[in-house]
């Protein structure tokens, strides 16, 4: 399954060649974060991965210690920190991203994408290396253009419940514009619309939709959709988003660019649950609940600017993604829960 997926990502890779390059990937036990140390390791880039664990699990790099050119770090990049390692590129991947999080972690989020962000601006520009920012369709908040392209200026509430990941992401960009121009740091964001796939989280304030209501089904207890799931979203398979972000970090001549990265297929949450009920041949009913407060109406990426400049689109249908989860997530060693709910 690991195998498979790194594979097919490099497959689509052919002009990157990071050999000998030494990346910190930070947030590299998170979900994509750890995907991305498997890709650049199996490139044979040098792959510093810094982690506090915080949502990030030991067990999506335990199968990395160990591995030439591989080096663990515990920390907070949020906190000051000094790293010796010379560095070609430096992507800040850490962040608790799911909604439930942000009620219980806001500060932590805030300073994960602000003075963590700083912080490791601050190491690519010690290290003349390039950067990667991973920002987020949220900072278009409610979007009143759809598909949404990059221009789009967002429609946020800074003190809803989700101004502490949107706000702060937007305030990461900011940063990295700021590096971009007072420095010359050769930075680039890439905006990610949802993105699922297997070492997901599935379980209580982690759990995001798709991986939710696959432990749902799997365990046939009701899928709760929130409020009549006519909201939309788009999303994209894990290495689609590698490929896109990987593309964007190592394409010349894109410093200061902010590229969406996310598939433009729309479909509602409804629509959703039915696909994995069928896929799943779940006795799982459906459980109408109430939307949370702030739960953009609609999700869809405009992603010219990712065709073209990077000739990036994605090529992983949803039945196929989500198969590959469903794989990942039969496994019992690979589920924490379906018992732990967020509010329950
Ligand atoms: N959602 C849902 N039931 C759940 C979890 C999420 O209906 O158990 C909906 C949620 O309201 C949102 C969409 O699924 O409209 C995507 O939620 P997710 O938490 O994955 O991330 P978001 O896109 O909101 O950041």
């Known amino acids: 399954?690991?195998?498979?997926?790194?594979?097919?990502?490099?497959?689509?890779?052919?002009?990157?060649?990071?050999?000998?390059?030494?990346?910190?990937?930070?947030?590299?036990?998170?979900?994509?974060?750890?995907?991305?140390?498997?890709?650049?390791?199996?490139?044979?880039?040098?792959?510093?991965?810094?982690?506090?664990?915080?949502?990030?699990?030991?067990?999506?790099?335990?199968?990395?210690?160990?591995?030439?050119?591989?080096?663990?770090?515990?920390?907070?990049?949020?906190?000051?920190?000094?790293?010796?390692?010379?560095?070609?590129?430096?992507?800040?991947?850490?962040?608790?991203?799911?909604?439930?999080?942000?009620?219980?972690?806001?500060?932590?989020?805030?300073?994960?994408?602000?003075?963590?962000?700083?912080?490791?601006?601050?190491?690519?520009?010690?290290?003349?290396?390039?950067?990667?920012?991973?920002?987020?369709?949220?900072?278009?908040?409610?979007?009143?253009?759809?598909p949404t392209p990059e221009t789009y200026r967002g429609n946020v509430s800074a003190t809803g419940p989700r101004g502490c990941y949107d706000e702060s992401k937007r305030c990461g960009e900011a940063f990295v514009m700021a590096f971009c121009n007072q420095y010359g740091l050769d930075a680039r964001i890439a905006r990610i619309f949802n993105t699922y796939g297997p070492r997901m989280r599935e379980d209580g304030i982690y759990g995001r939709v798709v991986p939710r209501f696959i432990s749902q089904a799997l365990a046939n207890v009701p899928i709760t959709v929130f409020s009549d799931g006519l909201q939309t979203r788009s999303f994209t398979y894990m290495a689609d988003q590698v490929e896109g972000l990987l593309k964007l970090a190592c394409t010349a001549g894109l410093a200061g660019k902010v590229v969406n990265i996310g598939n433009d297929k729309e479909l509602t949450i409804l629509e959703l649950a039915k696909n994995i009920i069928e896929l799943t041949k779940s006795k799982s009913e459906l459980a109408f609940e109430p939307l949370p407060i702030d739960d953009p109406a609609r999700r869809c990426p405009d992603i010219l600017l990712a065709k073209a400049l990077l000739g990036w689109q994605p090529t992983i249908g949803l039945d196929t993604g989500l198969s590959h989860i469903l794989e990942w997530l039969r496994v019992s060693d690979n589920r924490d829960a379906v018992k732990s709910q967020p509010g329950k």
């Open 1 to 146: 399954m690991i195998d498979k997926n790194i594979e097919l990502i490099i497959s689509r890779l052919p002009g990157v060649d990071l050999r000998g390059q030494s990346v910190l990937v930070t947030g590299g036990a998170g979900f994509l974060g750890s995907w991305m140390c498997d890709v650049l390791l199996k490139m044979q880039a040098v792959v510093v991965c810094l982690d506090n664990l915080s949502s990030g699990l030991e067990r999506n790099i335990a199968h990395l210690h160990g591995r030439p050119g591989f080096t663990f770090i515990k920390a907070d990049i949020s906190e000051p920190l000094k790293l010796d390692a010379p560095f070609n590129l430096v992507m800040h991947m850490a962040s608790r991203a799911s909604p439930f999080e942000f009620s219980q972690y806001p500060l932590e989020i805030l300073k994960a994408n602000t003075i963590g962000a700083m912080n490791a601006l601050g190491i690519a520009r010690r290290h003349k290396a390039r950067f990667l920012f991973t920002s987020t369709s949220e900072t278009y908040g409610e979007p009143a253009v759809l």
